[in-house]
């Protein structure tokens, strides 16, 4: 099993990366970014520090979705994503699936293109829907960890 528990190492240094690059953005980097004078100048800077972070971020989620993956074939996970009281794995498919519909498929397409759009038209309704996205996202990736860690060491919300 020296394999499984080298996929959960990978699969969690990946989850910190990402998960914790997008709290930082979150709770610090969009805060202070408010700062600025003007809406204009919040959303190119916003743009340049995010680019950067999508990239991390893609690398990230390949490495955890590849990760765990691996782990549900090899400890036979399968059939579990059918009961309530693995809701956690479910959770981690889920919000695996939302981020990499965004990096990959989303901001390529289309989303990079229509957030700038927007940005020219309303700069400041678009800084607040951004942060407004990013609070969603990460309470939703914390609650998923915190569901994990609890679910895999036997503590479930559901029997
Ligand atoms: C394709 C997506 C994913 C799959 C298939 C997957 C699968 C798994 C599996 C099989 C485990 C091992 C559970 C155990 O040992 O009982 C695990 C652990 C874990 N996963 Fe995921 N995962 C995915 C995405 C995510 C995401 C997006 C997050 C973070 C939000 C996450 C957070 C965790 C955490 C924190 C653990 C550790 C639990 C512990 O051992 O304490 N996973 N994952």
Same mark, same amino acid.
């Given at each position: @099993?020296?394999?499984?528990? $080298?996929? $959960?190492?990978?699969?969690?240094?990946?989850?910190?990366?990402?998960?914790?690059?997008?709290? @930082?953005?979150?709770?610090?980097? $969009?805060?202070?970014?408010?700062?600025?004078?003007?809406?204009?100048?919040?959303?190119?800077? %916003?743009?340049?520090?995010?680019?950067?972070?999508?990239? /991390?971020?893609?690398?990230?989620?390949?490495?955890?979705?590849?990760?765990? %993956?691996?782990?549900? /074939? !090899?400890?036979?996970?399968?059939?579990?994503?059918?009961?309530?009281?693995?809701w956690?794995?479910?959770?981690?498919?889920? &919000?695996?699936?939302?981020?990499?519909?965004?990096? %990959?498929?989303?901001?390529?397409?289309?989303?990079d !293109?229509?957030?700038?759009? !927007?940005? /020219?038209?309303?700069?400041?309704?678009?800084?607040?829907?951004? /942060?407004?996205?990013?609070?969603?996202?990460?309470? &939703?990736? =914390?609650?998923?960890?915190?569901?994990?860690?609890?679910?895999?060491?036997g &503590?479930? =919300?559901?029997n």
């Open positions: @099993m020296a394999d499984v528990t $080298l996929a $959960l190492a990978i699969h969690l240094l990946a989850v910190v990366v990402w998960i914790g690059g997008v709290a @930082m953005v979150t709770t610090v980097l $969009l805060p202070a970014v408010q700062s600025f004078k003007s809406a204009a100048e919040r959303i190119a800077f %916003f743009e340049s520090i995010e680019r950067r972070f999508a990239r /991390q971020a893609r690398v990230a989620t390949v490495l955890a979705g590849a990760s765990g %993956f691996y782990m549900v /074939q !090899r400890l036979h996970f399968w059939p579990l994503f059918a009961g309530a009281r693995y956690w794995l479910g959770a981690m498919v889920l &919000l695996w699936l939302l981020f990499t519909l965004m990096l %990959f498929v989303a901001e390529p397409l289309f989303l !293109r229509w957030f700038r759009q !927007r940005a /020219q038209r309303d700069p400041e309704g678009t800084f607040r829907l951004v /942060q407004r996205l990013h609070r969603v996202l990460l309470a &939703l990736s =914390l609650a998923t960890v915190a569901g994990a860690v609890a679910g895999s060491h &503590l479930s =919300l559901f």
